[in-house]
């Protein structure tokens, strides 16, 4: 059975701080992960990634996959307070672009 | 340019009604995927539709249905509803191809009581 499993479940940082959200997989024909940010309802998109050891970063948003170990994190210095939300790890499988496996997710709580 | 568009945003059923739920995709998307999203299991898939055909299935039971327009619009119907059908159902619209970042709609809050 596919597994994706995201870690820590929760976090409660001070504005400012670096954060890493973790994200294994133990899944079949592996294509792609994803992160998303879950604030209300709608999932944004905020990566995918294909290729291991290459970083996409965006702001203060980055993300890097490691395909031996089976794993991504995802990393936010600076820390704002619009940061705060849940943050979801997705992986793609090759044969069926559309059907993403997602891990529970990890809510990230940012205060002043 | 518009976003996902679910509507409606919230519903209420009683056990053993059914519902429909609808999704307008991005324009020129082609694919609209359909999950379930609840407390204890995340964010489920339930079904993907390309081009009016369905083309991916999740492991849902047969009272989980859809079907596409030929504008890509989409429709989720669950018949016989029951308590546990309570969830937030989100559909994701993308081109149909393998490398990029499906696009969520903000959701149907579905209550089931």
């Known amino acids: 059975e596919d597994k994706v499993v995201q870690s820590p479940l929760s976090l409660v940082v001070h504005e400012g701080d670096t954060v890493t959200l973790n994200c294994s997989y133990e899944?079949?024909?592996?294509?792609?992960l994803l992160w998303y940010k879950q604030e209300k309802k709608a999932p944004t998109f905020l990566f995918m990634l294909?290729?291991?050891?290459i970083e996409k970063k965006s702001g203060r948003l980055s993300s890097i996959l490691d395909k031996k170990e089976l794993f991504s994190i995802l990393n936010i210095t600076a820390t704002q307070t619009g940061d705060s939300a849940v943050y979801l790890c997705?992986?793609?499988?090759?044969?069926?672009?559309?059907?993403?496996?997602f891990g529970t997710g990890t809510r990230l709580q940012v205060t002043l | 340019k518009a976003g996902v568009t679910q509507t409606p945003r919230y519903l209420i059923k009683t056990r053993g009604q059914q519902v429909t739920l609808s999704c307008s995709p991005i324009s020129g998307h082609r694919s609209v995927s359909w999950y379930q999203q609840t407390p204890g299991q995340g964010l489920q898939f339930l079904f993907e539709?390309?081009?009016?055909?369905?083309?991916n299935k999740g492991n849902f039971p047969g009272r989980f249905s859809g079907r596409q327009f030929s504008n890509s619009r989409s429709e989720m119907n669950v018949s016989t509803l029951e308590l546990g059908d309570s969830a937030l159902y989100l559909c994701a619209s993308g081109p149909g191809g393998f490398d990029y970042g499906y696009t969520f709609g903000s959701g149907t809050r579905l209550t089931v009581v």
């Open positions: 539709y390309f081009s009016e055909t369905q083309r």
């Open positions: 997705a992986v793609a499988h090759t044969g069926t672009a559309s059907k993403l496996t």
């Open positions: 899944v079949t024909n592996f294509r792609s």
């Open positions: 294909t290729s291991s050891g």
